[in-house]
């Protein structure tokens, strides 16, 4: 393969304006060698990618990218994106977020490519969840759940819902959460493939109700519950909750860790659980600090 550097500067030749009878005689061409230019950018750019210097084949696609916009070749330019945002996701993940960003901008508003877009975006919210950024992490997540929505993609949705309202539960964003619980409850009762999953969501909302402090609502969602679902009273969740509900009437943080311990033998808890179980206890059950459950 040539080498990326030579090709690199053919294809900045190609694209230097044409001045006096070169300009005349070529001015029509100029969209031609534009495309000549992108093909040696993307060559250029699969031989860094051939030789691991993962950063530099990024830059070239997205030399390749920026031609291409000024063709008018959005979905070009998106595609050699995309391509950027791969090479970037290893080795700078700040480009790669950059990268997908205007990729999935080009995918909404110039191509009204909602799938590609939310798939995308799913993508984004688990690049930014990998650098620490649960912000944008949550907003990309929800964001890609509304394109799926949009494009009646319901499972697809209900998965980039469930993603953003556990990391919102995790942050601390509990009414958050709950709104998103909801969202994916609705969309699973009268669902066959998902209904099996509702007393997951019904547990995981309560536990964030309870987190903020309101048994009142969590009474209430109970009942609520019931209603939705038959099952929902025989399953351990539900009786986990009962319990959990008369310890904190009770303010028994004994009889609250009892009940939690007695649970977690038979259903193990996964770490967002056990994160809520433990700050029901130390702020609703004996409003004090405590290190394990």
């Known amino acids: 393969m040539s080498d990326p550097r030579q090709l690199i500067a053919e294809a900045e030749k190609l694209l230097k304006p044409q001045s006096g009878f070169f300009s005349f005689i070529s001015g029509s061409s ?10 040696l950018y993307i060559q250029a ?3 860094y990618r051939l030789k691991k210097d993962f950063n530099q084949a990024g830059n070239q696609f997205l030399k390749a990218a920026e031609v291409q916009q000024s063709l008018n070749n959005h979905n070009d330019a998106a595609n050699h994106l995309v391509e950027a945002y791969k090479c970037f996701k290893s080795s700078s993940p700040s480009n790669a977020i950059d990268a997908l960003s205007q990729a999935i901008h080009i995918f909404l508003t110039q191509n009204g490519q909602f799938r590609r877009a939310a798939n995308f975006t799913m993508d ?5 969840e990998s650098v620490g950024d649960t912000t944008n992490a949550i907003k990309s997540y929800e964001q890609a759940g509304d394109y799926f929505t949009t494009d009646n993609a319901e499972a697809l949705s209900n998965k980039a819902f469930l993603k953003c309202a556990d990391l919102s539960a995790s942050s601390g964003e509990y009414k958050k959460a709950i709104e998103l619980y909801d969202i994916v409850i609705k969309n699973s009762l009268n669902n066959s493939l998902t209904k099996w999953s509702l007393k997951d969501y019904f547990f995981k909302s309560l536990l964030c109700v309870l987190c903020t402090e309101d048994v009142v609502e969590a009474e209430k969602r109970m009942e609520k519950y019931t209603q939705d679902d038959p099952n929902w009273p025989e399953t351990r969740e539900c009786k986990l ?3 959990l509900l008369e310890s904190i009437n009770n303010g028994d943080v004994e009889d609250y860790s009892d009940k939690v311990f007695e649970y977690d033998k038979f259903s193990k808890l996964d770490k967002l659980k056990t994160q809520l ?17």
């Open 30 to 39: 100029q969209s031609i060698r534009k495309e000549d230019a992108t093909d």
């Open 45 to 47: 750019a699969n031989s």
């Open 124 to 128: 984004l919210a688990e690049l930014y």
């Open 241 to 243: 909750i009962e319990g």
């Open 277 to 293: 179980l433990l700050k029901i206890k130390t702020s609703v059950v004996e409003n004090d600090e405590v290190d394990i459950l």
